[in-house]
């Protein structure tokens, strides 16, 4: 298949077999960009882990240093905590028996919910609805706890939650292509520096076995191991 002219021209600016420095993959990323919109930029690590064991599934949560410059949308169900509590922190929604019964219905119209643990009870009865969404409350991701005011405003301040798919790839977004490079590098080391923090014990042999950045519309740059070698000791 003939390749655009949009294509094109990228490939004159990025070698897609070189690596790069971080940096440097975003710089190129930037100057690349020939869309009319906002992109987002994602990174892609590869990991020698083998999520079907319990002890290699990787999964947890950053709070990026300048954000993912995406409107998060929080809801908060909670029995005990007043919904104004969570609506004052900066949550979207806040309540318990209304949304539960919205929920049941299929409204999901929402990015984060975060719970309070004498709600999980009735929240797992809705994991066939919140499960395939990636929505279901869970304790490891901070969004199941006592604490509402804190988890909503580092949901809000740029916390994301990630997860290592069974290919041992883990995706996620590191901000807007209108920030400022400093910043996105900034972002992509914080991630980077985390996963590498999670390493098992039970995995073998190269841990970080490739990272790539990708813009929405533009190509993956793949970084090179020794940018990648910084944060593994």
Known sequence: MKASKR?????????LHKEYSIEEAVGLLKNSSKVKFDETIDCAIRLGVDPRHADQM????????????????????????????ALDAGADHAGYEDYLEKIKEGWTDVDVIIATPDTMADLGKLGRVLGPKGLMPNPKS???TKD????VKEVKAGKIEFRVEKNGIVHTPLGKLSFPQEQLVE?????????VKMRPASAKGQYVRSLYL????????????EETAVYIK
């Open 187 to 195: 972002n992509a080391r914080a991630f980077l520096k985390t996963i």
């Open 142 to 144: 901070g969004t199941v």
């Open 214 to 225: 990708s813009s929405t519309m533009g190509p993956g740059v793949k970084i090179s191991r």
């Open 58 to 85: 990787i999964r947890g949560t950053v709070t990026l240093t300048h954000g993912t410059g995406k409107e998060v949308r929080v809801l908060v169900i909670s029995k005990s905590e007043n919904p104004q509590v």
């Open 148 to 151: 509402i005011e804190s988890a």
């Open 7 to 15: 294509i094109n021209e990228i490939k004159k600016n990025i070698d």
